[in-house]
């Protein structure tokens, strides 16, 4: 069964911190991954990765992918309250996503 | 201004009653999907569709019908709905597999 399972569920950090999210998937016919913020509302893009070992990077958010092992992780460096949310991963497959459960992340002023 | 537009944005009904949410998009995307948003469950896909004409079952498409007769508008329909089915729904098209979102509906069955 495909799947996709993000760590950790929550997190509360400082201004200024930097977090790591992770992603992990199990998707059959893989075609790419993608990160989404979410806030109050709909999912905006992030990243979208379909190549192993390349980094993608927008402003203070970076992002690369591991399809040996099979994750993905995103940086937020010098974190704000601003990026709190509840950050999406998910893998397409042929015709299919599959989304994880999301990262809650909370940055105190 | 390219988007995905949703209708209605909420609804509160009753079981059983019959309701469809619209959902069109002005991007001339060929794939569009839908979605359903529960606590501790993430984003489910309900049914995708890759082109006018050609839909299929996601993860979770008990409960739903959508059709596809025209590129732009793929709607969802609840034919009975129940207290189940209370959810936030988006709808989505998609490009190079890059997805847009509309803005989401929030149903309440009763």
């Known amino acids: 069964e495909d799947k996709v399972v993000q760590s950790p569920l929550s997190l509360v950090v400082h201004e200024g911190d930097t977090v790591t999210l992770n992603c992990s998937y199990e998707?059959?016919?893989?075609?790419?991954l993608l990160w989404y913020k979410q806030e109050k509302k709909a999912p905006t893009f992030l990243f979208m990765l379909?190549?192993?070992?390349i980094e993608k990077k927008s402003g203070r958010l970076s992002s690369i992918l591991d399809k040996k092992e099979l994750f993905s992780i995103l940086n937020i460096t010098a974190t704000q309250t601003g990026d709190s949310a509840v950050y999406l991963c998910?893998?397409?497959?042929?015709?299919?996503?599959?989304f994880g459960t999301g990262t809650r992340l909370k940055v105190l002023a | 201004e390219a988007q995905v537009t949703q209708n209605p944005r909420y609804l509160i009904t009753v079981t059983g009653k019959k309701l469809t949410v619209t959902c069109s998009q002005n991007?001339?995307?060929?794939?569009m999907s839908w979605y359903r948003q529960d606590p501790g469950l993430g984003l489910r896909q309900i049914y995708y569709?890759?082109?006018?004409?050609?839909?299929d079952k996601g993860d979770v498409p008990e409960g739903y019908k959508v059709s596809r007769k025209e590129k732009r508008n793929f709607p969802l329909i609840l034919e009975s709905p129940s207290p189940n089915q209370t959810s936030l729904y988006f709808c989505?098209?998609?490009?190079?597999?890059?997805?847009?979102f509309g803005p989401g509906t929030r149903l309440t069955v009763l």
């Open positions: 989505a098209s998609s490009f190079m597999n890059e997805q847009f």
């Open positions: 998707v059959t016919n893989f075609r790419s």
């Open positions: 379909t190549s192993s070992g």
């Open positions: 998910a893998v397409s497959g042929t015709y299919k996503y599959i």
């Open positions: 991007m001339n995307h060929e794939y």
């Open positions: 569709s890759m082109n006018v004409e050609v839909t």
